[in-house]
């Protein structure tokens, strides 16, 4: 059989050599956020300059925090092929108001908390996205380099669908990517501050040790039991 290959999202770029860098070490999407409160923020013009130069079959994203139709049509015509994240209090129907593919990012509490997060619940109610981003809860919506519990739910449940629905983020970094990877087995992964020097600007080794990480759970994880 195949091995299965996880995919692999860099979110939060700025620069021009952090994308490349993404790319160049194998991410399958790169993201770029349009939430003005967030340090890694980028207006939907400058997205478009990030994303204008990516190959084929990497996949731009833009990651929007309850923001208005307005600000969301700029984006997309900032960057028409990116795919949409929504990582506020969006609705099922804000969501699906856009008429484009979008992810739905899950904020779930750190500590025992995360265990009382209805994570089968919110699955189905956004069974429309593409896939649901699994977040820690932080203050400024993600990139707080905080993980959730890895134990607390049923991965293997139908509504979550971990070998296509699921991106596991939140505090992911070199050193314990492989980790989640084996506990979750999700379709994607999503780093942003653990490839960091700072908040929005990358290190170029510590992306490329992220992949590598990722593809060295793949092979461990295609291994017989």
């Not at 021009?16 to 399958?28: F, K, N």
């Not at 028409?80 to 969006?90: K, R, T, V």
């Not at 380099?145 to 979550?160: E, I, K, M, T």
């Amino acid at each position: 059989m195949k091995p299965f290959r996880t995919r692999i999202k860099i979110c939060g770029l700025t620069r021009e050599s952090d994308v490349d860098t993404a790319v160049q070490a194998g991410a399958d999407a790169v993201g770029f956020v349009l939430y003005p409160q967030s340090p890694r923020f980028v207006l939907p013009e400058r997205a478009g300059e990030l994303a204008c130069c990516l190959p084929a079959f990497v996949t731009p994203v833009l990651l929007f925090v309850n923001a208005s139709p307005e600000f969301i049509a700029q984006g997309t015509a900032a960057v028409p092929n990116a795919l949409l994240q929504f990582h506020g209090d969006e609705t099922p129907d804000d969501c699906l108001a856009t008429g484009r593919p979008f992810l739905r990012a899950a904020r779930i509490p750190t500590g025992p908390a995360g265990a009382g997060f209805d994570l089968l619940k919110y699955a189905q109610d956004f069974s429309a996205a593409q896939a649901i981003l699994l977040d820690a809860h932080v203050e400024g919506f993600g990139g707080g380099g905080q993980s959730f519990d890895w134990n607390a739910f049923p991965w293997s449940h139908p509504l979550l669908n971990a070998s296509s629905r699921l991106v596991l983020s939140g505090g992911l970094t070199p050193a314990n990517v492989i980790d989640g990877i084996s506990r979750v087995r999700p379709w994607a992964v999503d780093v942003s501050s653990g490839v960091e020097v700072s908040k929005g600007i990358k290190d170029a080794d510590k992306i490329h040790a992220f992949v590598a990480a990722v593809r060295a759970a793949d092979t461990l994880l295609s291994r017989p039991s």
